[in-house]
């Protein structure tokens, strides 16, 4: 192995190391607990080390929500494809994506409600990105009809990004959420 190779293996290693820490960090005292000091001192770098690999807790919180997107597309994928019925797959990706900002809160804020500097909804957002928003979108083509795929996906979307952030808000009660992710299901499907 060359010298270069290694020190490339090693800079990654470094990022996975800060990336996992911030995670880690964040899903146990939220973001707000998340600054370079600190995760310096839990990888056991430098501050300095650390902005040779991101410019800013900004900068880690866009790795953390991409690597989250990563994550959400393979919950996403694994509801989708566990089963061939149209209308169950897409209340099995309801499903998952509320049970995605349950048990993965801080990852949730990160990808959908913190601000972050990454492109959504554009060809240049990140593959994990296009990725999630994909699954979303393969649960709703056999309910597309008339409407434009895209649109149809950003709405439903939206709907249960709406139900779970008012639920974990307190907006809502979380003893209905069932109900209204099955109202929000029949509401995209198709009726004979």
């Known amino acids: 192995m060359s010298i270069q190779?290694?020190?490339?293996?090693?800079?990654a290693e470094r990022e996975r190391l800060i990336i996992t820490a911030a995670r880690t960090l964040a899903e146990a005292e939220g973001w707000e607990a998340?600054?370079?000091r600190r995760l310096a001192e839990q990888v056991e770098y430098s501050?300095?080390?650390?902005?040779?690999?991101?410019?800013?807790?900004?900068?880690?919180?866009?790795a953390?929500?991409?690597?989250?997107?990563?994550d959400l597309a393979v919950d996403l994928?694994?509801?989708?494809?566990?089963?061939?019925?149209?209308?169950?797959a897409l209340a099995a990706v309801g499903a998952a994506y509320a049970d995605f900002a349950e048990r993965r809160p801080a990852l949730y804020d990160v990808i959908f409600s913190l601000a972050v500097d990454l492109p959504f909804a554009t060809p240049e957002a990140p593959a994990p990105l296009q990725a999630a928003?994909?699954?979303?979108?393969?649960?709703?083509?056999?309910?597309v009809g008339d409407d434009d795929l895209g649109l149809l996906t950003e709405t439903f979307w939206s709907g249960?990004?709406?139900?779970?952030?008012?639920?974990?808000?307190?907006?809502?009660?979380?003893?209905?959420?069932?109900?209204?992710?099955?109202?929000l299901v029949d509401r995209f499907s198709q009726r004979p």
């Open 77 to 88: 994928h694994a509801a989708r494809t566990s089963t061939d019925d149209p209308r169950q």
């Open 34 to 36: 998340v600054t370079t």
């Open 47 to 62: 501050q300095p080390v650390l902005y040779s690999h991101f410019k800013g807790k900004d900068a880690i919180m866009a």
């Open 133 to 143: 928003f994909g699954e979303l979108s393969q649960a709703l083509e056999p309910q």
């Open 5 to 11: 190779a290694r020190r490339e293996r090693e800079r």
């Open 64 to 70: 953390v929500a991409v690597e989250g997107c990563a």
């Open 160 to 183: 249960l990004h709406g139900l779970v952030t008012l639920m974990r808000g307190g907006r809502l009660p979380r003893e209905a959420h069932d109900r209204r992710l099955a109202i």
